[in-house]
């Protein structure tokens, strides 16, 4: 029996209605299906083709009885995707975003943060850490790093807090736990909010307890090139403020406000309570779609972080015989990484070249390698506000040396056994030549 579509959209439906205002103003068809389909499965030759016209015909006899979805965003699916998030990391609350960066403007947000705060970042990490503070004229204060995790350095963060110090904001490289006890005991001493940027760390631990579950303010990414993807774009923000959770819901779409209504209306648009007055919320709605994407790969994660696992612990094992090679340290009881980059840190001294020789002779071996990030402060964005990239350098003096002479990331997934063999014995050999000075 043929299904009947939804008689009203059931958000402005007061009753039995004889003109229907529709959910959504285009429903998607079953043409529309198919090129998504082809999309995931891309493919080529008879084979493949024949598959995809029989999936074309069971999609075309599925729509003679099947009904459109009454909602495209912020449904049902988000608020699961949200539940078994909230499930995984412990602690609940959790907001789906349509990016990490959505989540660190809330976090800014909350903490009212205005011209002329300061926010300390660590030296090397992506721009969208520090992209909201620049945007409204905070101060940004440069931490540099420790020269094994790479990142933010906790002795250098107390050394840069000062009177104007508001937030700080640590980050997960590569998706090895920062060091975070003595960074949130600075907060604590200072009165200030701390932010994570999880970006790379979803799934990773500190002392017992999920990444998410400790900071003021956690932002996960589920980007296309993370370790888990929700179609693309996506992210997850949480708190372990608990008076701030429903507002940090109502942030995500404007400030929208069923709890009451205006005058002849049927919400509010209410202001978001930050830490020292009201801001205004964003919108940063999230689809059905994507929470389902996230919900897909969120059930076979700890798999994926098995398999990321087993590849960094088989190359730390074989790198670990040339005294040159500082292999990725695979965590421990109080630290377990994601592994979402393999960082390999050479000795220059010892290796007879600094990484950059090194670089190049992976790359003429056909070994994908990047540093990744790059100094913050080098990048031209910072020139216009007053930034000066070398005076700022002085005060960073292990990031100048690490990112400059020693280290490198590596991918480690979607590889075959053969192609990760490949990837260790030309580090080995890359490095070997170099010791024989040729």
Not at 45 to 58: S, W
Not at 109 to 119: C, F, H, I, T
Not at 258 to 278: A, V
Not at 408 to 430: C, F, K, R, W
Request: glycine share 8%; charged share 25%.
């Amino acid at each position: 029996m043929e299904q009947k579509k939804k008689a009203s959209d059931f958000r402005y439906n007061t009753g039995e209605t004889k003109v229907p205002w529709a959910a959504v103003g285009e429903d998607y068809n079953a043409e529309d299906l198919m090129r998504i389909v082809e999309f995931l499965m891309q493919g080529t030759g008879p084979e493949h083709d024949k598959a995809m016209q029989d999936v074309r015909e069971k999609v075309f006899d599925l729509d003679k009885y099947s009904s459109p979805p009454g909602k495209l965003s912020l449904d049902t699916k988000v608020a699961a995707a949200e539940e078994s998030v909230d499930k995984y990391l412990g602690i609940p609350g959790s907001v789906f975003l349509t990016n990490a960066t959505a989540g660190f403007e809330i976090a800014y947000k909350y903490a009212n943060l205005k011209e002329g705060d300061e926010v300390i970042v660590p030296a090397i990490t992506f721009i969208a850490t520090m992209a909201y503070p620049l945007s409204v004229g905070a101060k940004l204060v440069f931490a540099d790093v420790d020269p094994i995790t790479l990142n933010m350095d906790p002795k250098d963060v107390r050394k840069k807090i000062t009177d104007k110090t508001r937030m700080i904001v640590p980050v997960h490289i590569g998706g090895y736990p920062v060091d975070m006890d003595p960074i949130m005991e600075l907060a604590e001493e200072h009165d200030l909010i701390v932010l994570e940027d999880a970006a790379h760390a979803f799934g990773a631990e500190y002392k017992g307890r999920k990444i998410g579950a400790i900071a003021h303010f956690t932002s996960f990414s589920f980007h296309e090139v993370k370790n888990i993807t929700s179609f693309g774009e996506g992210g997850i923000l949480t708190t372990t403020i608990e008076s701030f959770r429903d507002d940090m819901k109502r942030a995500r779409f404007l400030g929208l406000d069923f709890r009451k209504k205006i005058r002849n209306w049927l919400y509010d648009i209410s202001p978001i309570p930050g830490k020292y007055g009201p801001f205004v919320a964003g919108n940063h709605s999230t689809t059905e779609i994507q929470a389902l994407g996230l919900a897909a790969q969120l059930n076979r994660y700890d798999k994926i972080l098995d398999m990321r696992r087993q590849v960094a612990a088989y190359l730390t094992e074989k790198l670990s015989g040339n005294p040159a090679i500082i292999p990725q340290d695979l965590g421990n009881e109080d630290i377990k990484p994601t592994f979402h980059l393999y960082k390999l840190l050479i000795d220059p001294e010892k290796a007879g070249g600094d990484i950059q020789v090194l670089k190049k002779k992976l790359e003429d071996r056909g070994v994908t390698n990047i540093p990744h990030f790059g100094p913050l402060y080098r990048f031209s964005v910072l020139e216009p506000f007053g930034y000066d990239a070398d005076a700022i350098a002085q005060t960073c003096p292990v990031c100048e040396e690490v990112f400059n002479r020693r280290f490198t990331h590596l991918p480690i997934y979607g590889l075959t056994q053969e192609q990760v063999d490949y990837m260790a014995n030309a580090i080995l050999d890359s490095v070997a030549h170099m010791q024989s000075g040729k």
